[in-house]
């Protein structure tokens, strides 16, 4: 499976203050709307409360006297309390919910540019599924924690906090009846909590895995298609959809348990409060002189009890929030912290021209630091000459690429442009002088020309157009409905191989690179299209040194220089004719290619003759 399940994904701690320290840093920038939301929160969380006074104070003072006018007084007091407080949860929702988007704003970003800087060494080892998982699942939980947890939860303590001073204001006798549930509500929630804890981490593992799983099959669809593994496929996905469905599932039981029993729980309380505040009723003259309980007291108990056990429930949803927050973070930060990077220097060497001079000297590399992929790698390239590299698959060809374009770093030896080493030159810089063209084209949604100039200002279209018509390319964009507007679609879905293959070349040559390198760039391209891009290309490498890997030998055979790759190491260098004449290594691949090439014809011819 693309994503599996580690099992320091599911545990962990249930609150970190060092995670909670770097979450809280995102609110830095917005701390007076922070203080702001809280002030208001606060003032909000003592405007409910004072309602069940104010009921106190109508059924004692005016409803048992039969004083009309002061019941009304207390009316619009009690209108304009609400009034104040529907306003202030206005204020209050608005503000943390803007807090919330301006803070996963901040987060997304600050995600999306470190992995812009990671090395390719890290892709090669994190499936993109769960990458995008990062950015969005994990950041939506942190946007929770931050609009609806941090603030939210001062407003349901200091709720309590207001409820329960106006209880023990009001009678100390009932209010600790009220609170002898108390311990009963702990343990409920305690154990919720501890129980939701685990299954909400493993949604969270199982979302990524999910993310992961999608993005693979939906990207390799036409493999599953061609050897009927839909089937398969269907029942892999059912297997871990079934996961996620069973972890969300046990989460819901536990909220179905969770809420019936606070439920009851505000039940047994109210009992409470009405078995002893009823047996202890007396008139409010007499709780004046010598206290006791009044009717007004008994019933703003009612009120207050259903009250104070919102916020509790509230409290418990929002350490669910807390909890999703710390997992994600957990991950989020996992990303953000790690340094998979090829190291730039300190102070860059500044070229203000690259002429293009490549030196090889004694490279060895391997990518696990262990097995070599390149040993011993010696050879020069010099301005404006085409370096053709040639071997089996595995050979190490793709890697001189990696190297030269510094994705990876030499284990030892070294690789230079001009006469210096890449590690002494900015990546920018180094990567500006280099183009590519790789045999897996990746075209962007958008129009033709975003992706022949990739949003650069400084390719304007009339320098689109020339590359374009230098490689061939005009020929199919000017058949286009709308030219070089035309939407290209995700990874160029409207357009054929050939098609993307010429796009990928004018991207290329629009650059004007002193580097140009050709990874298995004609692979996927027929015969004639090829023949159109070699003719358009040949004055176009004039100047520029050109690196060419390819299979077929007929489209490099006027390099000036052929190096053979075996396992690793250059065993043949030289040209076409040179390398012919030595009978090696290059010989016998070329009298391959040339066999196979006359026994297609044959077929061909043989085809062509029964079918006339």
Do not use: C
């Amino acid at each position: 499976m693309a994503a599996d399940i580690h099992e320091e994904e599911i545990l962990g701690k249930a609150y970190d203050a060092r995670l909670m320290r770097r979450l809280l840093h995102y609110l830095k920038p917005y701390w007076l709307q922070v203080i702001f939301a809280v002030l208001i929160t606060i003032i909000y969380a003592g405007m409910g409360p004072l309602r069940p006074y104010l009921t106190k104070i109508a059924i004692d003072s005016y409803i048992e006297k039969g004083n009309t006018a002061g019941l009304f007084n207390i009316i619009l007091i009690l209108f304009g309390v609400i009034s104040v407080q529907a306003f202030l949860r206005y204020g209050s929702s608005y503000l943390t919910q803007w807090i919330g988007q301006k803070t996963i704003f901040d987060v997304r970003m600050q995600i999306f540019g470190h992995l812009q800087k990671l090395g390719v060494k890290y892709f090669d080892k994190n499936p993109v599924g769960r990458l995008v998982t990062r950015v969005t699942n994990d950041v939506e939980a942190l946007n929770d924690l931050f609009s609806s947890g941090i603030v939210m939860a001062f407003g349901d303590i200091f709720t309590i906090i207001w409820i329960l001073s106006f209880m023990f204001s009001l009678s100390a006798k009932l209010a600790f009846v009220t609170l002898t549930v108390l311990p009963i509500l702990v343990y409920i929630t305690l154990l919720f909590r501890k129980k939701v804890r685990s299954s909400y981490r493993q949604i969270r593992v199982l979302i990524a895995r999910i993310n992961a799983f999608l993005q693979e099959h939906i990207s390799g669809v036409i493999v599953d298609q061609l050897y009927n593994r839909e089937g398969k496929a269907f029942r892999n996905f059912d297997e871990v959809n079934g996961k996620l469905q069973d972890a969300n599932i046990k989460s819901v039981f536990y909220y179905a348990l969770f809420y019936p029993a606070v439920e009851l729980t505000s039940a047994i309380a109210i009992g409470l409060i009405i078995w002893f505040g009823g047996s202890h009723l007396v008139p409010e003259e007499f709780v004046r002189l010598h206290g006791g309980i009044s009717l007004g007291i008994l019933i703003a108990f009612l009120q207050y009890t259903e009250q104070f056990f919102t916020p509790i429930r509230d409290l418990s949803e929002k350490y669910n929030i807390l909890q999703t927050a710390m997992a994600s973070s957990e991950r989020i930060f996992r990303v953000i912290d790690d340094k998979t990077v090829v190291p730039e220097t300190k102070s860059p060497v500044d070229i203000k021209q690259v002429k293009g001079k490549i030196d090889f000297r004694n490279v060895w590399f391997a990518y696990d630091d262990e097995n070599y992929v390149l040993k011993d790698v010696s050879f020069t390239g010099n301005p404006g000459e085409t370096i053709a590299i040639v071997g089996a698959t595995g050979a190490g060809k793709t890697s001189i690429v990696n190297l030269l374009m510094r994705f990876y770093d030499v284990n030892k030896g070294g690789v230079f442009i001009d006469g210096i080493n890449v590690k002494d030159l900015s990546g920018a810089q180094l990567r500006k002088s280099i183009a590519i063209v790789m045999q897996d084209v990746f075209l962007f949604s958008g129009s033709v020309h975003y992706n022949i100039s990739l949003g650069d200002e400084n390719i304007q279209i009339e320098k689109v157009r020339e590359a374009a018509k230098l490689v061939g390319a005009s020929e199919f964009i000017d058949r286009l409905p709308n030219l070089y507007d035309e939407d290209v679609k995700e990874r160029g879905a409207a357009l054929s191989v050939g098609q993307k293959q010429l796009i990928s070349f004018a991207r290329a040559l629009a650059y004007d690179p002193s580097i140009l390198i050709l990874d298995e760039a004609t692979a996927n391209i027929d015969t004639e299209t090829e023949e159109m891009i070699q003719e358009a290309t040949l004055n176009l490498l004039k100047g520029r040194t050109s690196i060419v890997i390819a299979h077929r030998l007929s489209t490099i055979q006027h390099a000036s220089k052929i190096i053979v790759l075996h396992k690793g190491e250059i065993r043949e260098q030289g040209t076409h004719q040179q390398l012919i004449a030595q009978g090696g290594i290059y010989y016998r691949l070329y009298q391959l290619q040339y066999k196979d090439q006359e026994r297609l014809a044959r077929k061909r011819q043989s085809a062509e003759t029964l079918g006339s």
